[in-house]
């Protein structure tokens, strides 16, 4: 079992940054895969990115590529999420999820999730 707690989120002006992170309990964070999502009001959750074990496999979708940084400290068990270049389109309820062996794009496969935390990008 993995709990997984966000943090960094808030409101922020087009062109800023911010950085996210994924703190999580248990002794095996290192062997789940990782990847942050978001949900703004009335669409489906959507995929951001995510990040293997070792971090040498790491993937984003294509309107973040070149803004967002996705990484993970093993030994301090979290991930973070890097954002720069933040566009209002960026806003969301940004969410961690993990799973022990899925690392695609298809939110109802992973297996663990954070309570979400806020980003507003204002204009």
């Known amino acids: 079992q993995v709990q997984l707690v966000e943090s960094g989120g808030g409101l922020v002006q087009a062109g800023g940054s911010l950085r996210l992170s994924c703190a999580a309990s248990?002794?095996?964070?290192?062997?789940?895969?990782m990847a942050w999502f978001r949900q703004a009001p009335g669409k489906e959750r959507e995929f951001v990115s995510s990040?293997?074990?070792?971090?040498?496999?790491?993937y984003y979708t294509d309107s973040v590529k070149g803004r967002f940084t996705i990484s993970r400290d093993n030994a301090k068990n979290t991930v973070y999420l890097q954002m720069n270049s933040l566009k209002p389109d960026d806003t969301a309820v940004y969410y961690c999820?993990?799973?022990?062996?899925?690392?695609?794009?298809?939110?109802?496969?992973?297996?663990?999730w954070g309570q979400g935390t806020q980003v507003t990008v204002s204009s």
């Open positions: 999820a993990g799973d022990q062996n899925y690392i695609g794009s298809n939110y109802r496969l992973y297996s663990y």
């Open positions: 990040i293997n074990r070792s971090a040498r496999m790491i």
């Open positions: 248990g002794r095996t964070f290192s062997s789940y895969v």
